[in-house]
């Protein structure tokens, strides 16, 4: 079974500019995650899509950042413009419904802003 | 306070020690308690999931949860290099929706 796939792996951009990350989940997942992992941290939730319904953005940074999930399947993540601070790893990960509440993370994408 | 608190270490151990790794919380409504490791420039993996309070025992591993002094921990029995990782423990309320609260992760390495 493939894993929670993530692209770019890696990114480095100026302040103030954008970035777009992807992910596809495991086939079959209908819950989708995106959490932000900033170094020597533990993984911050930023939003979760039910299908390609939001359940929770409470804590995702709406003047900045925006996330959706087209037909329910892969997501986008954004982040525009970038501040020094949005330096991390993000992590996008998936859940299957009537799975208990296991998570199965994808590699992450790592953005560095200078 | 954080509603999760871990140590983040780092914790050195020998090869073939028995480590210990603890968390403890605040919500008092989280009844899903897992562990998950986090090799270099990888995403989390789940090593260990507990419902509630107990033991349970996977290979070299054991998760313990004690939720009347809401602390759990993960055990690791006969550490091996390749156990050289960073150790999220992760925990959540009932109900589908609900999130999975990390703690900050400690830092593993086991030296040969």
């Known amino acids: 079974e493939a894993g929670v796939a993530q692209s770019p792996r890696y990114k480095i951009i100026e302040k103030r500019q954008s970035v777009a990350f992807w992910c596809n989940p495991i086939?079959?997942?209908?819950?989708l995650y995106w959490y932000q992992q900033i170094l020597g941290q533990g993984p911050k939730l930023l939003i979760q899509?039910?299908?390609?319904?939001?359940?929770?953005d409470s804590q995702l940074p709406k003047d900045r950042f925006s996330a959706e999930r087209l037909k329910g399947v892969d997501s986008t993540l954004k982040i525009q413009p970038a501040k020094l601070e949005d330096s991390a790893v993000y992590l996008c990960?998936?859940?299957?419904?009537?799975?208990?509440?296991?998570?199965?993370f994808g590699e992450g994408s790592w953005l560095t802003v200078v | 306070q954080k509603e999760v608190e871990q140590d983040p270490g780092p914790l050195s151990v020998p090869e073939g020690a028995i480590v210990s790794l603890n968390c403890t919380y605040s919500?008092?409504?989280?009844?899903?308690f897992m562990w998950y490791r986090q090799y270099s420039r990888k995403g989390p993996e789940l090593l260990m999931y507990?419902?509630?309070?107990g033991n349970k025992e996977d290979g070299r591993f054991t998760a313990q949860v004690d939720k009347s002094s809401k602390y759990i921990s993960l055990f690791i029995r006969d550490s091996q290099p390749s156990d050289s990782a960073t150790y999220l423990c992760a925990m959540s309320e009932p109900g589908g929706y609900n999130k999975l609260i990390f703690g900050a992760g400690t830092r593993l390495a086991v030296h040969p």
């Open positions: 990960a998936s859940r299957l419904d009537g799975g208990g509440n296991t998570i199965y």
């Open positions: 899509f039910q299908n390609n319904g939001v359940v929770d």
């Open positions: 086939s079959g997942h209908a819950t």
């Open positions: 919500n008092s409504a989280f009844q899903y």
């Open positions: 507990t419902y509630s309070s």
